[in-house]
C-alpha cells in the first residue's frame, strides 16, 4: 500500500536532509579539558571550530569536587567551575560550543563525516577526538548515594581530601597499585580490596605495596555495600572463604577509591580508527595523529597511562596544532 504524505510533510523532509548536513573545517567531539582546549587553539588559529559536548557537558571533571592539582589555580577550583572557565574561554575567540552527541561516523572518504543526535551529518576536513574514557564502576546502589560524598574513581584528584583518614582501594592492577601507594603517603590506613588472590599489577608495583607499611590487602574480598550517615563511613565486603563458605567483613573507611579500570569512549569509532586491546585510539607516539589522516586523538580516550586534567589539556593543544597543520597543507 502507498502512503502519501501531506505535501508540507513531504517538503519538510526534503529540507530537512538538506538542511541536516553541514560543512566545517575543524569538529571537535567532546568538551573535557582535551576538547576545549583544542577548542582554544583551533580557534585562535582560526579553524572556525564546532565542538560537540556529549552527554556529559564538561566531561569526567564535573563529577569531581575540588581541583587541587591544575596550574593556575592556587586556591583550588571546583570541577564544574573549572570545566564551565574552559569553555568560556574557548567561546571567547569564536569557537562554537553546541550540545550534542555523535552518534555515527564515516571516515572512509576525504570528508569527515560525522552524524550528531542521529539527525545531523556534520562533514568535517578534520576530526579532533576527545571524547574521554568513563571509570568503571561495581554497579552498587551505595556508589551512587556516595558519590562525591567518600566515592572516587581517581585517588590523584581526590586523595588530598582523606589526609590522616582510613581509606580502601578497589582493584588488583597497575592503577589500584598505583593509587594505593599514592594514598598510603597520605592517609593513615589504606585498604587494597582485591576480588583474586593475586594482583593482576607489574611486579614492580606489588612489590611497592608489599613494602607500604600503612596499605593492608585483603585477598578474595568483594564489596558489596557502602554505609554511613552523610557520606562513606563504612563498606561491607564478602571474604571467600574455600569454594563455598563465605563470610562478612564490616570494614571502617571515609574514602573508597574505585581503581577497576576505565572504559574509553572510542565504540563508535573504531571500525575506522586503530585503537589497542581495551579500546584506547592508537595515537603516532609525539603527536595525536591516528590511522585516518585528518583524524586526531586527544585527552583520555587515547591515554591508558596518565588521565590527568592538565595532560589531556596538553594533548588537546597537540590535536589543535596537528589539525592547523594538516588543514594548511590540504
Ligand atoms: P586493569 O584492567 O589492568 O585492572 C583492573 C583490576 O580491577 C583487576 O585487578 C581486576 O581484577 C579488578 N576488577 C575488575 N572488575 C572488578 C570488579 N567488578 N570487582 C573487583 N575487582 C575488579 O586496569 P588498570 O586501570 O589497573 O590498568 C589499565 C592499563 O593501564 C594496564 O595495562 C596497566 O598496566 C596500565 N597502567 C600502567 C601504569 C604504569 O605503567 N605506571 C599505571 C596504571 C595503569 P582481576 O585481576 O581479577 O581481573
Redesign the pocket.
Known sequence: MKIFKPLDLQKDTQNANIENVENVKCLIIGSGPAGYTAAIYASRANLKPVLFTGLQMGGQLTTTTEVDNFPGYPDGVTGPEMMEDFKKQSERFGADIRFGIATTVDFSGKKHKVTIDDNKIIEADAVIIATGATA?Y??LESETKYAGMGVSACATCDGFFYRGKDVAV?????????EATYLAGLCRKVYL????D?????KA?QDKVTNTKNIEVLWEH??VDLFGENGVEGATLVKKKGTLAEEIVKIKIDGFFL????TPNSDIFKKYVETDT?GYIKTIPGTSKTNIAGVFAAGDVQD??YRQAVTAAGSGCIAAIDAERYLSEL
Open positions: 568503571k561495581l554497579g578497589i582493584g588488583g592492577g597497575d592503577t589500584a597499585a598505583e580490596i582485591v576480588r583474586r593475586v594482583l593482576r599489577a607489574s608495583m568483594q564489596t581503581a577497576i579500570g576505565h581495551v591508558p597511562h
